[in-house]
């Protein structure tokens, strides 16, 4: 089945470096549907992809994608390491604040030493600030949510953070059954050479129609319009010009209602863009097209 013919096939070989194919990556991702081609584009940079063409054949839809790299390929990552044994260990607790014991030591606050003895020796990581906390110490209980760090000298202020590892002495499940991998994920060695994995928190998504209007007839949308989106957060603009030469310009923008779904415009303009903005860290799957509530109406 031709997925590209006069979808993408033009201005992908356009585009298309062919003196550098051997840039030219072919990849599935191993956490979806889509698959992904990175190719150095005639504008990019010598010895790196620029570009990717990303297709998904259950959604039947193809969206480019800026990213820069030297090699592209799944790959797993070790599911479990020593250090992240401190965070799963029975009796791991989160730092709440550390400040001088008025003695120069540094006490550690935390929600409760119950699980806590005196004369542990204690491990403690992350701490920002009080960096001089992070390391392993004996410990003296002072109070229900206290700990002193023998040993330890006071200089730097707490700012956030931090973990008093938990007791492996205690850990009931064998290490044994941990699984060596996770499930294999896309990633690539960038520009830097540095391995990076296409993870982290959501990127701001936007989405913007074709222009609506006609020279001979003024649109006015009278509510708004509906972004298809399952999105929590939603922001939704109108663009607006009188005239084919004329700039078009921006309008305000407004939430989504969480009842009705719309985001509430009131335009009265010749031609007009209507755009749907996703916040960046907002989790959401889909944003597929706007329903705009407008009508049309004859000349003035």
Request: charge should be negative; glycine fraction near 8%; include cysteine.
């Amino acid at each position: 089945m031709p997925i590209g013919r006069e979808r993408v096939d033009r201005t992908f070989f356009s585009d298309l470096d062919v003196a550098n194919l051997q840039l030219f990556q072919g990849m599935v991702d191993p956490r979806s549907s889509r698959v992904m081609w990175a190719y150095k584009s005639i504008s990019g940079v010598a010895g790196q992809f620029d570009k990717l063409l990303c297709y998904d054949p259950v959604l039947d839809k193809f969206s480019p994608i800026r990213a820069a790299g030297e090699c592209l390929l799944p790959l797993s990552q070790p599911s479990l390491t020593l250090e992240a044994l401190d965070a799963i260990a029975p009796g791991a607790m989160a730092v709440l604040g550390a400040a001088n014991n008025g003695a120069g030591l540094v006490r550690i606050q935390v929600a409760s030493t119950a699980l806590l003895f005196e004369g542990q020796y204690a491990s403690l990581s992350k701490i920002v600030g009080t960096t001089e906390a992070n390391g392993n110490f004996y410990i003296t209980i002072i109070d229900a949510t206290h700990f002193d760090l023998i040993g330890s000298a006071f200089v730097h202020a707490y700012v956030s953070g931090g973990l008093v590892a938990g007791q492996l002495d205690l850990m009931a499940q064998s290490l044994d059954s941990f699984l060596p991998a996770i499930v294999p994920e896309l990633a690539a060695f960038d520009p830097g050479h540095l391995l990076s994995f296409f993870r982290g928190p959501s990127l701001e998504a936007t989405l913007q129609t074709a222009e609506q209007g006609t020279d001979g007839r003024r649109i006015k949308i009278r509510n708004g319009f509906r972004p298809v989106t399952d999105a929590p957060a939603v922001f939704g603009s109108c663009s607006r010009r009188e005239s084919l030469q004329a700039p078009a310009a921006a309008g305000s923008e407004s939430p989504i209602n969480p009842v009705t779904g719309i985001c509430n415009q009131l335009v009265d303009t010749r031609y007009s863009r209507f755009k749907a903005r996703v916040p960046a860290g907002t989790v959401w799957t889909y944003i597929n097209g706007v329903e705009p509530d407008m009508i049309a109406t004859g000349k003035r």
